[in-house]
Nanobody, 124 residues
Framework: QVQLVESGGGLVQAGDSLRLSCATSGRTFSTYYMAWFRQAPGKEREFIAAINWSGSNTRYAESVKARFTISRDNAKNTVYLQINSLQTGDTAVYYC?????????????????WGQGTQVTVSS
């Protein structure tokens, strides 16, 4: 079993920066891929970014790649999402997810475990 716990969300103003963290436990963190998704009210959960097991390869949704950075620290069993120049459209619950099959896919079904999410609210 794997546990994922997100943190770092909150109420911020447009233009601010935020770093989300996802702490994991339960299996060897360095062997699987990780990703961030988000879900805004009334919308489907959408892919944001993914990172491979070593951190040497990343992929992003086109809509966020200029402002979002995913990274990981295998020594701390933690993955991060740095968000710069926050916009009101970034308001959502942000989830981290683990992909044990290393599929490198961006659909929700490719991910085996999910955190409970952290709310990010951006005010204008």
């Amino acid at each position: 079993q794997v546990q994922l716990v997100e943190s770092g969300g909150g109420l911020v103003q447009a233009g601010d920066s935020l770093r989300l963290s996802c702490a994991t436990s339960g299996r060897t963190f360095s062997t699987y891929y990780m990703a961030w998704f988000r879900q805004a009210p009334g919308k489907e959960r959408e892919f944001i970014a993914a990172i491979n097991w070593s951190g040497s390869n990343t992929r992003y949704a086109e809509s966020v790649k200029a402002r979002f950075t995913i990274s990981r620290d295998n020594a701390k069993n933690t993955v991060y999402l740095q968000i710069n120049s926050l916009q009101t459209g970034d308001t959502a619950v942000y989830y981290c997810a683990a992909d044990f099959r290393r599929s490198w896919r961006i659909d929700v079904g490719a991910y085996d475990y999910w955190g409970q999410g952290t709310q990010v609210t951006v005010s204008s």
